[in-house]
T-cell receptor, first 113, second 115 residues
């Protein structure tokens, strides 16, 4: 297993455009998490899935953000009508169970011009 | 809601020396877990060590150990015999009980090991 992968690694977009990121977790990991990390800060929780069910969403996740995990495998995070404040590193992590170690992906760095 | 505070934005230490990174947290929960994560430059975040709040014994993983003071809500990380590969951002993180199942991270400490 090659670990958690994320695509793309970098995304530059213009304000107002929509972007979509993909996360492929470690196979057989039931839980998948999305975090956002801005410069000089620790990651902030956005949302998480248990299999295909989205169980919790942070208040940080405005209605412009949507995440899916069809069939409980990969996940996508879409940001509509991007704003400059959305510029950040978006991290994905997966774990087998609730208290198991979370393995992080390399992140997708989003720059909104 | 819980908060995690790391008051040392940057630290540096000579190779082979020992360094301690500080972390304090605030929570009203009794059952929780604490973690130290390492984020090397341009590399993925990895788990260094974890501590269950119900365990009195401090966790140890090779050169890494913690000093967990539950009453003081303090959770420091000690790195012994520091190596160049220990250069990284270190994040302290909190995981709550049922209904609060997400990692809350501190702002991090940038650690540089000097050859």
């Amino acid at each position: 297993d090659t670990g958690v992968s994320q695509d793309p690694r970098h995304k530059i977009t213009k304000r107002g455009q929509n972007v979509t990121f993909r996360c492929d977790p470690i196979s057989e990991h039931n839980r998948l998490y999305w975090y956002r990390q801005t410069l000089g800060q620790g990651p902030e929780f956005l949302t998480y899935f248990q299999n295909e069910a989205q169980l919790e969403k942070s208040r940080l996740l405005s209605d412009r953000f949507s995440a899916e995990r069809p069939k409980g495998s990969f996940s996508t995070l879409e940001i509509q009508r991007t704003e400059q404040g959305d510029s950040a590193m978006y991290l994905c992590a997966s774990s087998f169970g609730r208290l198991d170690e979370q393995f992080f992906g390399p992140g997708t760095r989003l720059t909104v011009l | 809601a819980q908060t995690v505070t790391q008051s040392q934005p940057e630290m540096s230490v000579q190779e082979a020396e020992t360094v301690t990174l500080s972390c304090t947290y605030d929570t009203s929960e009794n059952n929780y877990y604490l973690f130290w994560y390492k984020q090397p430059p341009s590399r993925q975040m990895i788990l260094v060590i974890r501590q269950e709040a119900y365990k009195q014994q401090n966790a140890t993983e090779n050169r890494f150990s913690v000093n967990f003071q539950k009453a003081a809500k303090s959770f420091s990380l000690k790195i012994s015999d520091s190596q160049l590969g220990d250069t990284a951002m270190y994040f302290c993180a909190f995981w709550g009980d049922f209904g609060n199942e997400k990692l809350t991270f501190g702002t991090g400490t940038r650690l540089t090991i000097i050859p």
